[in-house]
């Protein structure tokens, strides 16, 4: 499909991303076979939740899943928190890509001729990191993500029903403003439910920092990963749940480590969020705040001439890939662009959505990353209609990391 007729279809469409972790590697990690192993946490919770070993197995799960998926997002609101060389240098290129997408997708936006078609995109996705977030307000564009207020932020989804728009000062002329309305399926490190009945903003990351706080004696948590030969390489792989289990039944119980790892289980369970696993919508159907997010996403998916791209996400999700597989056969008029990592993801997603009644999913784009999709589909279209060049884009970039410098 070429550039030309993408930009074509957006005009001429509902604007609509699906963003998952694989947006935001090499930074963070993706999510991987973590979800077998707090799938597998899960069904032996009700039955082994006071036993040593199962406390150990399940710190051990999760920490490593808050090491390597979460706790970068510090970085974002604090320049100070130290990074290697290296995980310096991937969080500034992550970082790059999303104020590239985002900018390019204001103009997008902005430039579309369409007048019957509201100038938003709805961008929903399953991280909790915050790399959208902190650009959209960087950059000063407009933007819904569910929270309304100033001082005291809560989140209600009919927040996502505004537009914004541009008075002239010397003439009755009114312009409508480009909008992102800013989905976080699985909850955000940013969200913060100390008060019961409404979920409020918290942009400190406080329940991020006292994790970080936590350290834990040599030898406590078991090695979640293991050294394995593949075709003569060597590769790092996640261990399975039950080698996992018997390592963490050999742990000798030790009264003095229990007050370390409920402090931990404590603190983590004040994040907002719906942990990876496979039950994760059963567990969590009465969570108003995740239903009708989801329901939301069906909605927008049924609207007639709409597009979903999709960037960095797997579809392993049952509950999302059932709802878009059902939009997929009821919805002639939607178009699902599926942008695959490789031809092994390619082949997966296309098994996930077979028979379809409508030609209207496109997973060919294979071999596009998350910088791939942003610089050479949608900048690239930008740069098209003559809005953007490459040769502003890095001034903008460095603009922004020198204010995250000085700030």
Same mark, same amino acid.
């Given at each position: 499909?070429?550039?030309?007729?993408?930009?074509?279809?957006?005009?001429?469409?509902? @604007?609509?991303?699906?963003?998952?972790?694989?947006?935001?590697?090499?930074?963070?990690?993706?999510?991987?076979?973590?979800?077998?192993?707090?799938?597998?946490?899960?069904?032996?919770?009700?039955?082994?939740?006071?036993?040593?070993?199962?406390?150990?197995?399940?710190?051990?799960?999760?920490?490593?899943?808050?090491?390597?998926?979460?706790?970068?997002?510090?970085?974002?609101?604090?320049?100070?928190?130290?990074?290697?060389?290296?995980?310096?240098?991937?969080?500034?290129?992550?970082?790059?890509?999303?104020?590239?997408?985002?900018?390019?997708?204001?103009?997008?936006?902005?430039?579309?001729?369409?007048?019957?078609?509201?100038?938003?995109?709805?961008?929903?996705?399953?991280?909790?990191?915050?790399?959208?977030?902190?650009?959209?307000?960087?950059?000063?564009?407009?933007?819904?993500?569910?929270?309304?207020?100033?001082?005291?932020?809560?989140?209600?989804?009919?927040?996502?029903?505004?537009?914004?728009?541009?008075?002239?000062?010397?003439?009755?002329?009114?312009?409508?403003?480009?909008?992102?309305?800013?989905?976080?399926?699985?909850?955000?490190?940013?969200?913060?439910?100390?008060?019961?009945?409404?979920?409020?903003?918290?942009?400190?990351?406080?329940?991020?920092?006292?994790?970080?706080?936590?350290?834990?004696?040599?030898?406590?948590?078991?090695?979640?990963?293991?050294?394995?030969?593949?075709?003569?390489?060597?590769?790092?792989?996640?261990?399975?749940?039950?080698?996992?289990?018997?390592?963490?039944?050999?742990?000798?119980?030790?009264?003095?480590?229990?007050?370390?790892?409920?402090?931990?289980?404590?603190?983590?369970?004040?994040?907002?969020?719906?942990?990876?696993?496979?039950?994760? @919508?059963?567990?969590?159907?009465?969570?108003?705040?995740?239903?009708?997010?989801?329901?939301?996403?069906?909605?927008?998916?049924?609207?007639?001439?709409?597009?979903?791209?999709?960037?960095?996400?797997?579809?392993?999700?049952?509950?999302?890939?059932?709802?878009?597989?059902?939009?997929?056969?009821?919805?002639?008029?939607?178009?699902?662009?599926?942008?695959?990592?490789?031809?092994?993801?390619?082949?997966?997603?296309?098994?996930?959505?077979?028979?379809?009644?409508?030609?209207?999913?496109?997973?060919?784009?294979?071999?596009?990353?998350?910088?791939?999709?942003?610089? =050479?589909? @949608?900048?690239?279209?930008?740069?098209?209609?003559?809005?953007?060049?490459?040769?502003?884009?890095?001034?903008?970039?460095?603009?922004?990391?020198?204010? =995250?410098?000085?700030?």
């Amino acid at each position: 499909m070429e550039n030309e007729k993408i930009l074509k279809i957006i005009e001429s469409s509902h @604007f609509n991303f699906l963003i998952g972790s694989g947006a935001s590697r090499n930074y963070l990690e993706t999510l991987g076979n973590i979800e077998d192993l707090l799938t597998s946490l899960d069904r032996d919770f009700q039955n082994n939740r006071n036993k040593y070993w199962f406390k150990v197995l399940d710190t051990s799960i999760k920490y490593w899943y808050f090491d390597k998926c979460i706790r970068g997002n510090l970085k974002l609101i604090d320049d100070k928190f130290t990074l290697s060389e290296d995980k310096q240098n991937d969080f500034i290129a992550t970082n790059e890509i999303y104020i590239t997408l985002l900018q390019t997708l204001n103009i997008l936006l902005l430039k579309r001729r369409n007048k019957l078609l509201p100038k938003e995109v709805n961008i929903f996705t399953t991280n909790m990191d915050i790399f959208l977030d902190i650009n959209l307000d960087k950059l000063g564009l407009e933007f819904n993500d569910g929270f309304n207020g100033k001082f005291n932020k809560s989140f209600n989804t009919a927040n996502y029903q505004k537009s914004f728009y541009k008075n002239s000062s010397q003439y009755s002329i009114r312009s409508e403003l480009p909008v992102f309305n800013l989905f976080k399926l699985h909850g955000s490190v940013t969200w913060d439910k100390s008060n019961d009945t409404k979920i409020k903003y918290d942009p400190n990351l406080i329940a991020l920092n006292d994790l970080n706080e936590i350290c834990f004696p040599e030898q406590l948590l078991i090695s979640l990963i293991k050294e394995m030969d593949v075709d003569g390489k060597t590769e790092i792989i996640l261990k399975d749940y039950n080698e996992l289990k018997k390592e963490a039944e050999k742990k000798i119980d030790i009264e003095e480590t229990h007050e370390n790892l409920d402090k931990f289980y404590t603190i983590y369970d004040k994040l907002v969020m719906i942990n990876p696993t496979k039950e994760k @919508f059963e567990n969590t159907t009465l969570r108003l705040e995740y239903y009708e997010q989801i329901r939301m996403f069906s909605n927008i998916l049924e609207r007639e001439n709409s597009v979903l791209f999709v960037a960095g996400f797997s579809f392993a999700d049952e509950h999302i890939r059932q709802i878009t597989y059902r939009a997929l056969n009821s919805n002639p008029t939607l178009l699902i662009i599926v942008f695959n990592y490789s031809e092994g993801s390619k082949k997966q997603i296309d098994g996930f959505f077979p028979n379809l009644k409508y030609k209207n999913l496109y997973t060919d784009f294979v071999g596009f990353d998350f910088k791939k999709i942003a610089n =050479e589909i @949608f900048l690239s279209i930008a740069e098209h209609i003559g809005e953007s060049s490459k040769n502003e884009k890095p001034i903008i970039i460095q603009n922004i990391i020198n204010t =995250e410098k000085t700030e």
